[in-house]
């Protein structure tokens, strides 16, 4: 395998993160402690000076206003604007919109690209996706209550759904529901384009998260579906293949997901030794002194790094060998770049005592924000049981000595 950087991405990471930290970076008081809506026009006249500078939406196709970066250099990107939170929104590269994104170039109809895909892409409006249900395991999603059910050109949807991330102000939900309850288990489900002005798509409310409810696109919302009706031409893709579908979305989604945490890993990272080279811990010494200090610094490096070069090589073989045979290196990354990040976050902030508590650093938001990271896109059990048992397949009637 290559990890070799070209020369273009050289330029676009330093491009990228210069900007991270003259112009990303100082919003973060403000991010933390105000409603989002109130950042809005901070937030456009960030993304005008990105799109002047040629970086937007660094993964999407170039004939959709995108840049058009292939999934290792998106990587790369993921890594560079993880460092702060608002890095990918800025850049027109944040979840839920950039799945979304994917799904709507693979299977939207030319009238669903031009109505949902363009102006999601150029970052006019916001998209949510609703699958986890309240009353049922999103760890085993095969298990659903919500039906699509078709009455002349409709579907009517019924359901409950939550944890609808950025479903606060979106336009549209792409919603699974059960659409054909007799086919085997994978092929009960589709996909389909709720706009959210639609009767009977009724957002609760936003869920309180580790103490914050948020608003706008960092919220998370619990939705009832409540004979919910949607033109049949909403649906994306064949009907029944909505699970095909998502398998499709969650692999590249766990690329940028795992290279956002090493941003973060980096961000925390670096804050972490700042903090000990600063700190007086007695007359004549810094807190760097410590052994435990430097052995934490030292293990938390040894692990950003493993973590970093795992997903790399799980990028270069989804793109090289495809998504089937970088399964087992997908559910890998996910588990171990997951734990990787929580330790990181944890030690920065020990290290910061009383300070990392609070807000007047970043640190505490990720530990609050980026716990959920072992839960979102596969819980860290069933990645490692599905990781387990394909690994002892292989030793089926296998003699070792
Ligand atoms: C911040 C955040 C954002 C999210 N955003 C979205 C979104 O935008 N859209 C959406 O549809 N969903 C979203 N989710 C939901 C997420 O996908 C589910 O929470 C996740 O799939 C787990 O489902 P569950 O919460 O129902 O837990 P359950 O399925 O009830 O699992 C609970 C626990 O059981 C254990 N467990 C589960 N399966 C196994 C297993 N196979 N082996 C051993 N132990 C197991 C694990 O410890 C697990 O944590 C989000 C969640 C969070 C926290």
């Known amino acids: 395998m290559d990890f070799t950087v070209s020369e273009k991405m050289k330029t676009i990471i330093e491009m990228m993160d210069e900007f991270v930290d003259k112009e990303i970076i100082p919003m973060e008081p403000e991010y933390l402690s105000r409603p989002f809506e109130d950042m809005l026009p901070a937030i456009e ?4 000076m990105v799109r002047k500078m040629e970086l937007w939406a ?79 395991p999103g760890s085993n999603p095969v298990m659903m209550d919500t039906t699509a059910v078709k009455d002349g050109d409709d579907y009517v949807i019924n359901g409950h759904k939550w944890y609808t991330s950025s479903a606060d102000g979106a336009k549209f939900a792409i919603t699974m529901a059960e659409t054909n309850s007799d086919a085997a288990p994978y092929l009960r489900a589709s996909m389909l384009i709720v706009p959210t002005d639609t009767p009977g798509f009724n957002r609760v409310r936003n869920i309180s998260v580790m103490g914050h409810e948020g608003s706008g696109w960092p919220s998370h919302s619990e939705i009832l579906y409540q004979s919910c009706r949607i033109p049949q031409k909403n649906i994306l893709g064949p009907e029944g293949h909505g699970f095909v579908i998502a398998q499709e979305r969650l692999g590249p989604g766990r690329i940028h997901h795992c290279m956002r945490w090493i941003g973060i890993c980096k961000r925390v990272f670096d804050l972490m030794c700042s903090r000990a080279k600063s ?40 793109e090289t060998l495809g998504g089937k045979e970088a399964r087992q290196d ?41 716990r959920a990271s072992r839960i979102y896109d596969g819980v860290d059990e069933a990645h490692k049981v599905s990781l387990a048992r394909r690994i002892l397949r292989e030793y089926e009637g296998k003699q070792t000595r």
């Open 279 to 318: 700190r007086i811990i007695a007359p004549d010494r810094m807190l760097e002194s410590k052994q435990i200090i430097q052995a934490w610094i030292a293990e938390c490096a040894a692990d950003i790094q493993a973590a970093r070069l795992m997903i790399l090589n799980t990028a270069w073989k989804i």
């Open 45 to 48: 006249e960030k993304r005008e």
């Open 58 to 136: 660094p993964q999407h196709p170039k004939e959709y206003g995108g840049m058009g970066l292939d999934l290792m250099d998106f990587a790369l990107v993921s890594e560079s604007l993880g460092r702060s939170p608002l890095g990918h929104y800025i850049f027109g590269a944040h979840a839920p919109d950039a799945g979304n994104i994917e799904i709507l170039h693979l299977y939207g109809t030319d009238e669903q690209k031009e109505k949902y895909l363009l102006p999601l892409v150029a970052g006019k409006i916001r998209s949510c996706f609703s699958m986890t249900e309240v009353d049922l």
């Open 330 to 370: 997908v559910s890998m990354i996910k588990f171990f770049a997951a734990n990787v990040l929580q330790k990181v976050v944890d030690r920065a902030l020990q290290v910061h005592g009383g300070l990392g508590m609070t807000d007047d650093t970043v640190i505490a938001f990720y530990y609050r924000h980026e």
